[in-house]
């Protein structure tokens, strides 16, 4: 069964330091979703990609975070510096073009210290 | 603002209970969406709502659109239900917004 991967699935860094996760979405879906949920929290959108492009990323952090999706597949975010408040789990989603349901990956947990 | 309430945020029951979560939501949508997290962060999707009433296995879904409700029912639960039950409201244009989960500890 196809599946959303992840990875690191864990991330330790100290602050000031340069972090990117990576997410390879199921096949052939369109859209791709970058969420930040921290702990007790629902999930929180940073940025959805349509194909290659940003459709939203006003959530997005744009001093320090960045995500890119340049052939419209695999896509990674990246943090620069990080910071203690970034720990958290950082979740990747994709969605097929005619299905309104998102497919989630298991995740990155980064913790900050 | 959160566009997505839930209630509660935790809740304990003892195995067998019928269980039930509430999401209200203020926004328009063009769904709604139940999820399952399990400790270790891993999120699956129940149902996805526009309309009416779901059922599969132990789980039920209503949504009322006038009302801008849902519930989440768990029938006869177990402990292997336990985990935290998030609602999700989609947009047009795809966009999604959650609410903050429900935490459900069910005991033997």
């Known amino acids: 069964e196809a599946e959303v991967a992840q990875s690191p699935r864990y991330k330790i860094t100290e602050k000031s330091q340069a972090v990117a996760f990576w997410c390879d979405p199921i096949?052939?879906?369109?859209?791709l979703y970058w969420y930040r949920q921290i702990l007790g929290q629902g999930p929180e959108l940073l940025v959805q990609f349509q194909d290659e492009s940003v459709v939203d990323d006003s959530q997005l952090p744009k001093d320090r975070f960045s995500a890119e999706r340049l052939k419209g597949v695999d896509s990674t975010l990246k943090i620069q510096p990080a910071e203690l408040g970034d720990s958290a789990m950082y979740l990747c989603a994709s969605k097929p073009r005619a299905v309104n349901e998102q497919f989630f990956g298991p995740g990155t947990r980064l913790t900050v210290l | 603002k959160n566009e997505v309430e839930q209630s509660p945020q935790n809740l304990t029951a003892q195995e067998g209970e019928f269980i039930t979560i509430n999401c209200s939501y203020s926004?328009?949508?063009?769904?709604l969406h139940w999820l399952q997290q399990h400790p270790g962060g891993g999120i699956v999707s129940l149902f996805m709502l526009s309309s009416g009433k779901k059922k599969h296995g132990r789980l039920i879904a209503t949504i009322n659109i006038q009302e801008k409700h849902s519930s989440l029912h768990i029938t006869a639960s177990h402990p292997r239900d336990s985990a935290v039950y998030i609602c999700a409201v989609e947009k047009i244009g795809n966009q999604f917004y959650f609410g903050t989960g429900t935490s459900l500890t069910v005991i033997p």
């Open positions: 096949s052939g879906h369109a859209t």
């Open positions: 926004v328009g949508i063009s769904a």
